[in-house]
């Protein structure tokens, strides 16, 4: 998954940057809604984490102007500012959730995997494919008795895959979900990573369209 | 406290009063003058009557053919009264008396004109070279009957003029107040929160500089509420920022530190920093709780502002919390939404706190703004429930926590006016504790909701 960070201070964004990157998910972190900005029109983000106070502007507004350009981004709000009026104006600007500082990075966490959830349709953490029992609340696979376990890059592959089930992934596609600017990327880095989930939880778990890329098989 | 004095009593009676004594004394210098013309009249009255008596009388004496003794004049008609006169010579024998005249009245040695005696007036004139003496005698008992009954007829009409002024006087004024009577409705109708300007039209010239006065201070009021409540959430929002970056970088340096000594003391800072965290919280809920900003000018809907709270609540809770709202759907009363959310929280936390750890937390609001939270767990004791309400008191329990919570609580209570009560054991339970807060409702605007 792709995410926006936007948060000015300095240790706190690098903080929450390595917890999400951690997840398994790429995060682009700017300290400007300028930048921010730029990075939304030009990147198909799967979340945005937005500061309120910012050196360039109110997050509120940058939050309303994306919802007024037609953008449907999950959108979680971190702030200091904790007063319920400022909750309410952020959820009836239309922000998806509302985390006040300071914060678990677990916790963090666990509200960006409900609200990624809630909008790939199907906000239950419980999946079952095929003999797969997964967690997606507390990162859990079983088959039958055995736990398996994946990296955190191949929890965000798999994830992704889980989100939309039947969609057709590009390389160039699950590359962008997975890294973020400047990351260095080898050429068969997503091959390799598909390959590590086929061999931890089947062959037919991500099929191959020749040609066109990727999507959800089974178990 | 002496009670304050009505304006309108005070311009009534002054005013009636005020005419009042001006009638008197109008009325005493009209007697004055009254009598002083009457006495110019009596007395010319007397003077014509002695020009007439005197050459009558002379004439009479003169054709008596011998002296004799004092001659009386009868009178004209039975009971007649008026002045009396006699006649006497040089040495003083009385020669004509007029019927009524008792020479016990007269001055035998009076000079010419005008003199008067305790009891009467009178009047000497003389006649064939100062040989013959008339005087006249009047009762002074006239002058001042008429006197009397001219000042009676002047003091006569007081009688009616008081009662018809104070009452002319008393609606005048009330006509004349309507005004401020209307600016007092303004100030009283309004609610303790609100604090917009109170609007001047047709005050009179003399209330309206005290309006505006008001208006002014009111203004002053509002700013240096907001710029408290500015001051309150900035400092807020300064202290949560390098808290939270602190407790992130700390949370990955335990993340990331290999299991032993330094990851252990890595967990020993982030405990800190949460306490930390929580008391800088604390401090802050109270110093808003403290301020002045805990009322609204405008009613806020307390079903919305509770079901967000519990909602918040509920994600992290470590038992639930079922939330029972009233069917009509609106709560209105006149909080700050921000005060209600922390007085609300501190409830609930401190259920959860205390609460036993296998039991839900009940939360109720009633359709009259009654909130409710009951936490199952022991019975505290009476005299702990009392004390519960005091910076730092923990009512004996082993929780964790800064005994805070429920002191926030009483303050924003006791801020908007809302009475809050401690139960132990909760209302039909055998244990548990119950907390409950009475809002003041907001009735009218609640009748005047859309939404209601």
């Known amino acids: 998954m792709r995410v926006l960070l936007i948060e000015d201070n300095a240790d706190l964004g690098q903080a929450v940057r390595e917890q999400i990157a951690d997840d398994g998910h790429a995060v682009d972190w700017v300290q400007r809604l300028a930048h921010a900005d730029l990075g939304a029109q030009t990147t198909p983000y799967d979340l945005i984490l937005l500061d309120l106070m910012l050196p360039d502007g109110r997050g509120i507004d940058f939050l309303r102007q994306r919802r007024a350009s037609g953008d449907t981004t999950p959108v979680i709000i971190l702030t200091a500012r904790d007063q319920l009026s400022d909750r309410i104006e952020g959820l009836n600007a239309g922000a998806d959730?509302?985390?006040?500082?300071?914060?678990?990075?677990?916790?963090?966490?666990?509200?960006?995997?409900?609200?990624?959830?809630?909008?790939?349709?199907?906000?239950?953490?419980?999946?079952?494919?095929?003999?797969?029992?997964?967690?997606?609340?507390?990162?859990?696979?079983?088959r039958g008795e055995v736990a398996i376990d994946l990296t955190a890059r191949e929890w965000a592959l798999f994830e992704t895959f889980l989100q939309r089930p039947g969609?057709?992934?590009?390389?160039?596609?699950?590359?962008?979900?997975?890294?973020?600017?400047g990351a260095e990327i080898e050429s068969n880095t997503i091959e390799v990573h598909i390959s590590h989930l086929r061999k931890k939880l089947g062959f037919k778990v991500v099929e191959t369209v020749r040609g066109v890329g990727y999507r959800l098989g089974v178990a | 406290m002496k009670a304050a004095a009505s304006l309108q009593r005070q311009l009534v009676y002054g005013l009636t009063l005020g005419i009042v004594v001006f009638?008197?004394?109008?009325?005493?210098?009209?007697?004055?003058?009254?009598?002083?013309r009457l006495d110019r009249v009596f007395d010319n009255a007397m003077q014509e009557a002695a020009q007439r008596i005197l050459p009558l009388a002379v004439l009479d004496i003169l054709n008596r053919e011998e002296p004799g003794p004092p001659q009386r004049v009868a009178p004209l008609h039975a009971g007649q009264t008026g002045f009396a006169y006699l006649v006497r010579d040089r040495q003083g024998n009385i020669?004509?008396?007029?019927?009524?005249?008792?020479?016990?009245?007269?001055?035998?040695?009076?000079?010419?004109?005008?003199?008067?005696?305790?009891?009467?007036?009178?009047?000497?004139?003389?006649?064939?070279?100062?040989?013959?003496?008339?005087?006249?005698?009047?009762?002074?008992g006239y002058r001042r009957q008429a006197v009397l009954d001219a000042t009676v007829a002047l003091l006569v009409p007081l009688l009616l003029l008081i009662p018809a002024s104070l009452i002319g006087i008393w609606m005048f004024v009330h006509f004349s107040l309507r005004?401020?009577?209307?600016?007092?409705?303004?100030?009283?109708?309004?609610?303790?929160?609100?604090?917009?300007?109170?609007?001047?039209?047709?005050?009179?010239?003399?209330?309206?500089?005290?309006?505006?006065?008001?208006?002014?201070?009111?203004?002053?009021?509002?700013?240096?509420?907001?710029?408290?409540?500015?001051?309150?959430?900035?400092?807020?929002?300064?202290?949560?920022?390098?808290?939270?970056?602190?407790?992130?970088?700390?949370?990955?340096?335990?993340?990331?530190?290999?299991?032993?000594?330094?990851?252990?003391?890595?967990?020993?800072?982030?405990?800190?920093?949460?306490?930390?965290?929580?008391?800088?919280?604390?401090?802050?809920?109270?110093a808003k709780a403290e301020g002045g900003g805990v009322l609204s000018e405008t009613p806020q809907d307390l079903v919305v502002l509770l079901s967000h709270v519990v909602r918040d609540l509920q994600r992290t809770a470590p038992v639930p919390i079922e939330l029972a709202l009233p069917p009509g759907g609106v709560v209105l009363s006149r909080i700050d939404a921000d005060a209600f959310a922390i007085l609300a929280r501190?409830?609930?936390?401190?259920?959860?706190?205390?609460?036993?750890?296998?039991?839900?937390?009940?939360?109720?609001?009633?359709?009259?703004a009654r909130l409710g939270v009951v936490n199952a767990g022991t019975v505290v004791l009476a005299a702990d429930l009392a004390q519960l309400t005091g910076h730092f008191v923990r009512g004996g329990s082993r929780a964790a926590g800064f005994g805070l919570g429920?002191?926030?609580?009483?303050?924003?209570?006791?801020?908007?006016?809302?009475?809050?009560?401690?139960?132990?054991?909760?209302?039909?339970?055998?244990?548990?504790?119950?907390?409950?807060v009475q809002f003041v409702l907001d009735r009218q605007c609640r009748s005047d909701h859309p939404s209601s």
């Open chain 1, 97 to 142: 959730d509302y985390l006040v500082k300071p914060f678990d990075l677990s916790e963090l966490s666990a509200r960006v995997a409900a609200v990624t959830r809630r909008y790939s349709g199907n906000p239950n953490p419980q999946i079952q494919l095929g003999e797969l029992r997964i967690n997606l609340a507390d990162r859990t696979i079983r």
């Open chain 2, 179 to 286: 005004s401020v009577r209307a600016y007092r409705q303004a100030i009283e109708s309004r609610g303790a929160g609100n604090l917009s300007a109170i609007p001047l039209h047709g005050l009179a010239e003399e209330i309206t500089p005290i309006a505006d006065a008001v208006n002014r201070l009111i203004e002053r009021l509002r700013r240096a509420l907001e710029t408290e409540r500015r001051f309150t959430a900035n400092s807020a929002h300064e202290l949560r920022t390098p808290l939270a970056a602190a407790l992130a970088q700390v949370q990955r340096l335990r993340h990331d530190a290999p299991a032993g000594p330094l990851q252990d003391r890595a967990i020993q800072i982030e405990t800190s920093l949460r306490e930390l965290s929580r008391l800088s919280e604390k401090l802050m809920q109270l």
């Open chain 2, 346 to 368: 501190n409830l609930i936390e401190n259920a959860l706190k205390h609460g036993a750890p296998d039991c839900a937390i009940e939360v109720d609001l009633s359709e009259n």
């Open chain 1, 167 to 181: 969609a057709l992934f590009s390389k160039a596609q699950l590359e962008e979900r997975l890294y973020e600017f």
């Open chain 2, 406 to 436: 429920l002191a926030i609580v009483s303050t924003i209570a006791h801020g908007v006016g809302a009475e809050l009560t401690f139960a132990s054991p909760a209302t039909g339970r055998a244990d548990g504790f119950e907390a409950t």
């Open chain 2, 23 to 36: 009638w008197l004394v109008a009325a005493l210098v009209s007697g004055l003058v009254v009598q002083h």
């Open chain 2, 95 to 140: 020669l004509l008396q007029s019927f009524s005249a008792d020479p016990a009245v007269f001055d035998p040695r009076s000079t010419m004109g005008f003199t008067s005696t305790a009891t009467h007036r009178l009047y000497s004139a003389s006649a064939l070279r100062e040989t013959l003496f008339l005087q006249i005698a009047e009762p002074l």
